[in-house]
Protein backbone atom coordinates (compact mmCIF):
# COMPACT_ATOMS: atom_id res chain seq x y z
CA UNK A 1 0.00 0.00 0.00
CA UNK A 2 1.06 3.21 -1.21
CA UNK A 3 0.37 6.75 0.90
CA UNK A 4 0.71 10.30 -0.34
CA UNK A 5 -0.58 13.44 1.26
CA UNK A 6 -2.01 16.04 0.19
CA UNK A 7 -3.15 19.27 1.10
CA UNK A 8 -7.20 19.93 0.94
CA UNK A 9 -6.37 22.15 -2.14
CA UNK A 10 -4.32 19.80 -4.05
CA UNK A 11 -7.32 17.30 -4.41
CA UNK A 12 -7.42 16.81 -8.22
CA UNK A 13 -10.73 15.76 -10.29
CA UNK A 14 -9.25 12.50 -11.25
CA UNK A 15 -9.22 12.18 -6.89
CA UNK A 16 -12.04 13.53 -6.01
CA UNK A 17 -14.10 11.38 -8.77
CA UNK A 18 -12.16 8.53 -7.48
CA UNK A 19 -13.13 8.95 -3.77
CA UNK A 20 -16.63 9.19 -5.02
CA UNK A 21 -16.56 5.86 -6.66
CA UNK A 22 -15.83 4.26 -3.41
CA UNK A 23 -18.17 6.50 -1.89
CA UNK A 24 -20.63 4.64 -4.42
CA UNK A 25 -19.08 1.03 -3.48
CA UNK A 26 -19.83 0.73 -0.31
CA UNK A 27 -23.62 1.99 1.85
CA UNK A 28 -21.65 2.72 5.09
CA UNK A 29 -19.96 5.94 3.16
CA UNK A 30 -22.32 7.19 1.85
CA UNK A 31 -23.06 9.87 3.83
CA UNK A 32 -22.15 13.10 2.98
CA UNK A 33 -19.89 14.05 5.71
CA UNK A 34 -17.42 11.50 4.14
CA UNK A 35 -17.36 13.67 0.96
CA UNK A 36 -14.53 15.37 -0.42
CA UNK A 37 -16.59 18.01 -0.66
CA UNK A 38 -17.14 18.69 3.21
CA UNK A 39 -13.27 17.69 3.98
CA UNK A 40 -12.32 20.58 0.92
CA UNK A 41 -14.95 22.90 2.59
CA UNK A 42 -12.92 22.08 6.20
CA UNK A 43 -9.84 23.01 4.77
CA UNK A 44 -10.64 26.41 3.45
CA UNK A 45 -11.07 27.23 6.88
CA UNK A 46 -8.38 24.63 8.89
CA UNK A 47 -4.77 25.03 7.42
CA UNK A 48 -3.61 21.54 8.74
CA UNK A 49 -6.05 19.59 6.98
CA UNK A 50 -4.45 16.99 5.46
CA UNK A 51 -6.00 14.47 3.01
CA UNK A 52 -4.20 10.82 2.69
CA UNK A 53 -4.60 8.84 -0.59
CA UNK A 54 -4.25 5.07 -0.66
CA UNK A 55 -2.95 3.85 -3.76
CA UNK A 56 -2.99 0.01 -5.01
CA UNK A 57 -1.09 -0.62 -7.62
CA UNK A 58 -0.97 2.82 -8.52
CA UNK A 59 -4.62 3.52 -8.39
CA UNK A 60 -6.31 5.51 -5.65
CA UNK A 61 -8.37 2.91 -3.28
CA UNK A 62 -8.80 4.67 0.07
CA UNK A 63 -9.10 8.40 1.26
CA UNK A 64 -8.54 9.42 4.69
CA UNK A 65 -9.28 13.03 5.70
CA UNK A 66 -7.62 14.66 9.12
CA UNK A 67 -6.31 17.68 10.61
CA UNK A 68 -3.11 17.40 11.76
CA UNK A 69 -0.85 20.34 14.49
CA UNK A 70 2.27 21.14 14.70
CA UNK A 71 3.05 18.26 17.22
CA UNK A 72 1.72 15.84 15.07
CA UNK A 73 -1.78 15.10 16.87
CA UNK A 74 -4.12 14.60 14.23
CA UNK A 75 -8.08 14.42 14.66
CA UNK A 76 -10.80 13.62 11.96
CA UNK A 77 -11.35 16.03 10.03
CA UNK A 78 -14.27 18.35 11.03
CA UNK A 79 -13.97 17.34 14.80
CA UNK A 80 -16.85 18.40 16.55
CA UNK A 81 -18.84 19.10 13.72
CA UNK A 82 -18.53 15.93 11.74
CA UNK A 83 -21.20 13.55 12.56
CA UNK A 84 -19.84 10.80 10.36
CA UNK A 85 -15.99 9.82 9.85
CA UNK A 86 -14.17 7.28 8.43
CA UNK A 87 -11.50 6.16 6.05
CA UNK A 88 -13.27 5.62 2.88
CA UNK A 89 -12.25 3.12 0.37
CA UNK A 90 -13.18 0.83 -1.91
CA UNK A 91 -14.45 -2.75 -1.47
CA UNK A 92 -11.34 -5.29 0.09
CA UNK A 93 -9.18 -1.98 0.48
CA UNK A 94 -7.11 -3.22 3.60
CA UNK A 95 -4.61 -1.08 5.25
CA UNK A 96 -2.40 -1.27 9.03
CA UNK A 97 -3.43 1.59 11.54
CA UNK A 98 0.50 1.83 12.61
CA UNK A 99 1.47 2.34 8.96
CA UNK A 100 -1.29 4.63 8.14
CA UNK A 101 -0.11 7.07 11.19
CA UNK A 102 3.67 6.87 9.85
CA UNK A 103 2.73 7.46 6.99
CA UNK A 104 0.90 10.69 8.18
CA UNK A 105 3.13 11.62 10.68
CA UNK A 106 0.70 11.43 13.23
CA UNK A 107 1.67 10.47 16.96
CA UNK A 108 -1.80 10.10 17.36
CA UNK A 109 -5.42 10.10 15.56
CA UNK A 110 -8.37 11.14 17.43
CA UNK A 111 -12.24 10.23 16.35
CA UNK A 112 -15.62 10.23 17.91
CA UNK A 113 -18.25 9.86 15.02
CA UNK A 114 -15.92 6.79 13.21
CA UNK A 115 -18.47 4.20 10.83
CA UNK A 116 -18.20 0.89 12.83
CA UNK A 117 -16.60 -0.81 10.11
CA UNK A 118 -12.99 0.65 10.47
CA UNK A 119 -11.86 -3.11 11.55
CA UNK A 120 -8.08 -1.43 12.00
CA UNK A 121 -9.01 1.51 14.25
CA UNK A 122 -11.55 -1.12 16.50
CA UNK A 123 -8.92 -1.86 18.48
CA UNK A 124 -8.20 1.30 19.41
CA UNK A 125 -11.87 2.78 20.28
CA UNK A 126 -12.31 3.48 23.91
CA UNK A 127 -16.78 3.66 23.00
CA UNK A 128 -19.34 2.27 20.77
CA UNK A 129 -22.39 4.70 20.63
CA UNK A 130 -25.60 4.79 19.43
CA UNK A 131 -26.27 7.19 16.40
CA UNK A 132 -30.22 7.03 15.63
CA UNK A 133 -31.67 7.00 11.72
CA UNK A 134 -34.97 7.06 9.63
CA UNK A 135 -35.56 5.08 6.80
CA UNK A 136 -37.38 7.14 4.20
CA UNK A 137 -39.64 5.43 1.74
CA UNK A 138 -40.81 7.98 -1.45
CA UNK A 139 -44.22 8.73 -1.33
CA UNK A 140 -46.07 10.96 -3.66
CA UNK A 141 -49.91 10.97 -1.89
CA UNK A 142 -48.86 14.09 0.06
CA UNK A 143 -47.33 15.40 3.82
CA UNK A 144 -50.51 14.27 5.83
CA UNK A 145 -51.29 10.91 4.46
CA UNK A 146 -47.22 10.53 4.67
CA UNK A 147 -47.06 11.43 8.61
CA UNK A 148 -50.05 9.45 9.18
CA UNK A 149 -48.31 6.60 8.05
CA UNK A 150 -45.01 6.62 8.99
CA UNK A 151 -45.98 8.34 12.99
CA UNK A 152 -49.50 7.06 13.28
CA UNK A 153 -48.14 7.93 17.07
CA UNK A 154 -47.16 11.98 16.35
CA UNK A 155 -49.36 12.48 13.41
CA UNK A 156 -52.58 13.82 15.45
CA UNK A 157 -50.65 16.21 18.15
CA UNK A 158 -48.59 17.24 14.91
CA UNK A 159 -50.93 18.04 12.40
CA UNK A 160 -53.25 19.49 15.49
CA UNK A 161 -50.36 21.95 16.29
CA UNK A 162 -49.63 22.76 12.32
CA UNK A 163 -53.26 23.79 11.61
CA UNK A 164 -53.41 25.85 14.82
CA UNK A 165 -49.92 27.82 13.48
CA UNK A 166 -51.75 28.09 10.50
CA UNK A 167 -54.62 29.98 12.39
CA UNK A 168 -52.61 31.79 14.96
CA UNK A 169 -50.63 33.45 12.45
CA UNK A 170 -50.98 32.29 8.72
CA UNK A 171 -50.70 29.39 6.30
CA UNK A 172 -47.86 26.81 6.82
CA UNK A 173 -45.58 26.30 3.94
CA UNK A 174 -42.48 24.66 3.68
CA UNK A 175 -39.08 25.18 1.58
CA UNK A 176 -37.47 22.05 1.44
CA UNK A 177 -34.60 24.06 -0.71
CA UNK A 178 -34.32 27.48 0.33
CA UNK A 179 -32.08 29.72 -1.41
CA UNK A 180 -31.90 32.44 0.43
CA UNK A 181 -28.84 33.64 2.25
CA UNK A 182 -30.95 35.65 4.72
CA UNK A 183 -32.78 32.22 6.38
CA UNK A 184 -29.28 31.04 6.91
CA UNK A 185 -28.34 33.74 8.71
CA UNK A 186 -31.30 33.48 10.71
CA UNK A 187 -31.12 30.01 11.38
CA UNK A 188 -27.87 31.01 12.91
CA UNK A 189 -29.21 33.79 15.06
CA UNK A 190 -31.43 31.36 16.15
CA UNK A 191 -28.92 28.34 16.70
CA UNK A 192 -26.75 30.79 18.79
CA UNK A 193 -29.16 32.19 20.75
CA UNK A 194 -30.15 28.75 21.57
CA UNK A 195 -26.67 27.40 22.55
CA UNK A 196 -25.98 30.67 25.12
CA UNK A 197 -30.04 30.07 26.58
CA UNK A 198 -28.96 26.61 27.19
CA UNK A 199 -25.24 26.84 28.30
CA UNK A 200 -23.85 25.04 25.55
CA UNK A 201 -20.68 26.49 23.83
CA UNK A 202 -21.68 28.80 20.95
CA UNK A 203 -20.61 27.48 17.71
CA UNK A 204 -21.30 30.47 15.33
CA UNK A 205 -19.76 32.83 17.61
CA UNK A 206 -16.28 31.26 15.84
CA UNK A 207 -16.54 33.07 12.32
CA UNK A 208 -14.60 30.54 10.67
CA UNK A 209 -17.78 28.09 11.40
CA UNK A 210 -20.24 30.78 10.09
CA UNK A 211 -18.41 31.07 7.20
CA UNK A 212 -17.84 26.90 6.87
CA UNK A 213 -21.52 27.18 6.90
CA UNK A 214 -22.12 29.91 4.13
CA UNK A 215 -19.63 27.94 2.21
CA UNK A 216 -21.45 24.77 2.41
CA UNK A 217 -24.80 26.15 1.27
CA UNK A 218 -23.33 26.96 -1.89
CA UNK A 219 -22.07 24.14 -2.90
CA UNK A 220 -24.68 21.72 -5.09
CA UNK A 221 -22.47 18.37 -6.33
CA UNK A 222 -24.28 15.21 -6.72
CA UNK A 223 -22.26 13.54 -3.69
CA UNK A 224 -23.07 16.83 -1.44
CA UNK A 225 -25.48 19.89 -1.23
CA UNK A 226 -26.00 21.97 1.24
CA UNK A 227 -29.71 21.92 1.79
CA UNK A 228 -31.61 24.56 4.05
CA UNK A 229 -34.74 23.72 4.44
CA UNK A 230 -36.89 26.40 6.34
CA UNK A 231 -40.85 26.33 7.72
CA UNK A 232 -43.35 29.79 7.49
CA UNK A 233 -46.16 30.41 8.69
CA UNK A 234 -47.85 33.51 6.51
CA UNK A 235 -44.89 35.57 5.53
CA UNK A 236 -42.74 34.74 8.83
CA UNK A 237 -39.71 31.82 9.13
CA UNK A 238 -40.74 29.78 12.28
CA UNK A 239 -38.25 27.29 12.18
CA UNK A 240 -35.28 26.29 9.98
CA UNK A 241 -32.69 23.75 9.47
CA UNK A 242 -29.45 23.10 7.88
CA UNK A 243 -27.44 20.13 6.49
CA UNK A 244 -25.70 18.26 4.11
CA UNK A 245 -26.64 15.35 1.60
CA UNK A 246 -25.39 13.17 -0.20
CA UNK A 247 -27.42 11.21 -3.67
CA UNK A 248 -28.79 9.34 -0.88
CA UNK A 249 -28.04 10.29 2.73
CA UNK A 250 -29.33 13.82 4.33
CA UNK A 251 -27.51 14.73 7.93
CA UNK A 252 -29.79 16.43 10.15
CA UNK A 253 -26.85 19.13 11.42
CA UNK A 254 -28.37 22.68 12.59
CA UNK A 255 -32.13 22.84 13.43
CA UNK A 256 -33.52 25.87 15.44
CA UNK A 257 -36.85 27.82 15.35
CA UNK A 258 -38.23 31.02 17.33
CA UNK A 259 -38.78 30.61 20.44
CA UNK A 260 -41.79 32.81 20.78
CA UNK A 261 -43.85 29.85 18.35
CA UNK A 262 -42.42 27.67 20.93
CA UNK A 263 -45.77 26.24 22.27
CA UNK A 264 -46.61 24.59 18.17
CA UNK A 265 -43.55 22.39 18.70
CA UNK A 266 -41.80 24.09 15.49
CA UNK A 267 -38.64 21.70 16.34
CA UNK A 268 -41.10 18.37 15.72
CA UNK A 269 -42.61 20.05 12.82
CA UNK A 270 -39.37 20.91 10.64
CA UNK A 271 -37.96 16.98 11.61
CA UNK A 272 -41.17 15.58 10.00
CA UNK A 273 -41.65 18.25 7.20
CA UNK A 274 -37.69 17.43 6.21
CA UNK A 275 -37.84 13.67 6.32
CA UNK A 276 -40.98 14.00 4.12
CA UNK A 277 -39.89 16.05 1.61
CA UNK A 278 -36.03 14.68 1.70
CA UNK A 279 -37.81 11.17 0.51
CA UNK A 280 -39.22 12.81 -2.31
CA UNK A 281 -36.11 14.17 -3.16
CA UNK A 282 -34.48 10.57 -3.43
CA UNK A 283 -32.96 10.35 -0.06
CA UNK A 284 -33.04 6.97 1.51
CA UNK A 285 -31.78 8.10 4.80
CA UNK A 286 -31.85 10.76 7.24
CA UNK A 287 -29.35 10.81 10.11
CA UNK A 288 -30.14 12.10 13.33
CA UNK A 289 -26.44 11.97 14.70
CA UNK A 290 -24.83 10.70 17.86
CA UNK A 291 -27.33 11.93 20.72
CA UNK A 292 -29.74 11.17 23.28
CA UNK A 293 -32.50 13.04 22.69
CA UNK A 294 -36.83 12.22 23.04
CA UNK A 295 -37.40 12.77 19.30
CA UNK A 296 -34.74 11.35 18.29
CA UNK A 297 -36.29 8.07 20.28
CA UNK A 298 -39.86 9.20 18.54
CA UNK A 299 -38.30 9.16 15.01
CA UNK A 300 -35.80 6.48 14.47
CA UNK A 301 -36.56 3.48 12.23
CA UNK A 302 -33.52 1.59 14.03
CA UNK A 303 -29.85 2.82 14.93
CA UNK A 304 -26.05 2.92 13.69
CA UNK A 305 -22.97 2.78 16.04
CA UNK A 306 -20.76 5.04 15.66
CA UNK A 307 -17.14 4.99 17.86
CA UNK A 308 -14.97 7.46 19.75
CA UNK A 309 -11.14 6.56 20.56
CA UNK A 310 -7.46 7.83 19.96
CA UNK A 311 -5.57 5.68 17.69
CA UNK A 312 -1.77 5.57 18.64
CA UNK A 313 1.65 5.46 17.88
CA UNK A 314 4.07 5.02 20.66
CA UNK A 315 5.15 8.64 21.53
CA UNK A 316 5.31 11.00 24.47
CA UNK A 317 2.56 13.68 22.57
CA UNK A 318 0.34 10.62 22.04
CA UNK A 319 0.31 9.65 25.94
CA UNK A 320 0.34 13.92 27.04
CA UNK A 321 -2.46 13.90 24.60
CA UNK A 322 -4.77 11.24 26.11
CA UNK A 323 -4.29 12.28 29.51
CA UNK A 324 -5.85 15.52 28.66
CA UNK A 325 -8.80 14.54 26.46
CA UNK A 326 -10.00 10.80 28.05
CA UNK A 327 -10.72 12.37 31.04
CA UNK A 328 -12.84 14.89 29.54
CA UNK A 329 -14.80 12.40 27.11
CA UNK A 330 -15.35 9.96 29.95
CA UNK A 331 -16.95 12.33 32.09
CA UNK A 332 -19.13 13.60 29.37
CA UNK A 333 -20.27 9.97 28.46
CA UNK A 334 -20.69 9.29 31.76
CA UNK A 335 -23.48 11.88 32.32
CA UNK A 336 -24.96 11.66 28.81
CA UNK A 337 -25.90 7.53 29.83
CA UNK A 338 -27.16 8.19 33.10
CA UNK A 339 -30.73 10.17 33.40
CA UNK A 340 -29.88 10.46 36.79
CA UNK A 341 -26.76 13.46 35.93
CA UNK A 342 -28.12 14.59 32.81
CA UNK A 343 -31.11 16.19 34.31
CA UNK A 344 -29.48 17.77 37.11
CA UNK A 345 -26.53 18.65 34.18
CA UNK A 346 -28.95 20.10 31.89
CA UNK A 347 -30.78 22.41 34.68
CA UNK A 348 -26.70 23.75 35.34
CA UNK A 349 -26.07 24.29 32.07
CA UNK A 350 -29.76 26.33 31.79
CA UNK A 351 -28.86 28.32 34.84
CA UNK A 352 -25.24 29.31 33.44
CA UNK A 353 -27.44 30.11 29.83
CA UNK A 354 -29.45 32.50 31.73
CA UNK A 355 -26.92 34.00 33.55
CA UNK A 356 -24.73 34.95 30.68
CA UNK A 357 -27.56 36.01 28.26
CA UNK A 358 -28.74 38.03 30.73
CA UNK A 359 -25.32 40.15 31.59
CA UNK A 360 -24.94 40.87 27.58
CA UNK A 361 -26.52 42.12 24.66
CA UNK A 362 -27.41 39.02 22.18
CA UNK A 363 -24.04 39.55 19.76
CA UNK A 364 -26.27 37.54 16.69
CA UNK A 365 -28.73 40.23 16.96
CA UNK A 366 -27.49 41.66 13.72
CA UNK A 367 -26.69 38.41 12.66
CA UNK A 368 -23.71 35.73 12.39
CA UNK A 369 -21.05 37.61 10.05
CA UNK A 370 -21.55 37.11 6.32
CA UNK A 371 -18.65 36.17 3.57
Known amino acids: MDV ?9 AALRAAWHTAMDESPEYANPFLAPEFATGIGRYRAGTRIAVLREGGEP ?6 ERNAFGVGRAVGLGLSDCQALVHRPGCTWDAQDLLKACRLSVFEFD ?26 DESGYEPWLRGAYPGLSKTTL ?12 VRFEFDERDPRMLRRLMRWKSAQYRRTGRMDRFARPW ?6 HLHQVREEHFTGVLSVLYAGDRPVAAHFGPRSRTVLAAWFTAYDP ?37 DWLKTRELRVAEGFATRPHPVAAAHQLWRRPVRGLRNTVNAHPGLR ?15 SRRPDPGAEGPRAR
Open 61 to 66: VGFLPY
Open 160 to 171: KKERRLGRDVGE
Open 209 to 214: IVDLVH
Open 260 to 296: EFHRYSPGLIMHLRTAEAAARHGVTLLDLGRGDKEYK
Open 4 to 12: TIHRADELT
Open 113 to 138: HLVEEQKPFGRYATGLFASPVIDLKP
Open 343 to 357: APADRLLKTVGAVRT
